[in-house]
T-cell receptor
Framework: DAGVTQSPTHLIKTRGQQVTLRCSPK?????VSWYQQALGQGPQFIFQ???????QRGNFPDRFSGHQFPNYSSELNVNALLLGDSALYLC???????????FGQGTRLTVV | GQNIDQPTEMTATEGAIVQINCTYQ??????LFWYQQHAGEAPTFLSY????GLEEKGRFSSFLSRSKGYSYLLLKELQMKDSASYLC????????????FGGGTRLMVKP
């Protein structure tokens, strides 16, 4: 049983570009959350998807958008990249009314 | 808003016991999680407390006091492999698993 998988593992982009990160949840999970983790800090909640809709959103600008597909997988899109967007992006999957969230290994995004 | 505080760094000796504290101020509290995160890796689940008291799981125990907005993670018989960051996270609401994390405590275990 595969856990949460994210792709790509690492990514280097230039300021102003756009990026798409992908996440496949743990088998059976229906909810996907995205977090941004800057170096040396705790993860910060970006948003969460359930039934293909954004359900909750953290304090992130509209440059951050997402999508959930019928198979529960999800994408995170970031437009007009800034240097400050450099971070580890974590995807977590869970059941909508479950208590435990499982994290993927993350995508390390570097903006130059 | 949410506010979660934990020490930035701690150092302990192999074989010893260490307690990592976490205080929180939040509305809609619905549980507190502890995660372990090794450098460059994903956070892995350690414990979950929703009621007051102590939860024990092998070498790891976690305590919660909802009235005090306080939790701690207790690690016994420390091993070198326990060197990692420990993240305290609060769940709000009763659906969706939105977690608010503290900044993490970097634990260094020395021989």
């Amino acid at each position: 049983d595969a856990g949460v998988t994210q792709s790509p593992t690492h990514l280097i982009k230039t300021r102003g570009q756009q990026v798409t990160l992908r996440c496949s949840p743990k088998s059976g999970h229906d909810t996907v959350s995205w977090y941004q983790q800057a170096l040396g800090q705790g993860p910060q909640f970006i948003f969460q998807y359930y039934e293909e809709e954004e359900r909750q959103r953290g304090n992130f600008p509209d440059r951050f958008s997402g999508h959930q597909f019928p198979n529960y997988s999800s994408e995170l899109n970031v437009n007009a990249l800034l240097l400050g967007d450099s971070a580890l992006y974590l995807c977590a999957s869970s059941f909508w009314r479950g208590t435990e969230a499982f994290f993927g290994q993350g995508t390390r995004l570097t903006v130059v | 808003g949410q506010n979660i505080d934990q020490p930035t760094e701690m150092t302990a000796t192999e074989g010893a016991i260490v307690q990592i504290n976490c205080t929180y101020q939040t509305s809609g509290f619905n549980g507190l999680f502890w995660y372990q995160q090794h450098a460059g890796e994903a956070p892995t689940f350690l414990s979950y407390n929703v009621l007051d008291g102590l939860e024990e799981k092998g070498r790891f125990s976690s305590f919660l006091s909802r009235s005090k907005g306080y939790s701690y993670l207790l690690l016994k018989e420390l091993q070198m492999k326990d060197s990692a960051s420990y993240l305290c996270a609060v769940r709000v609401g009763n659906a969706g698993n939105m977690l608010t994390f503290g900044g993490g405590t970097r634990l260094m275990v020395k021989p």
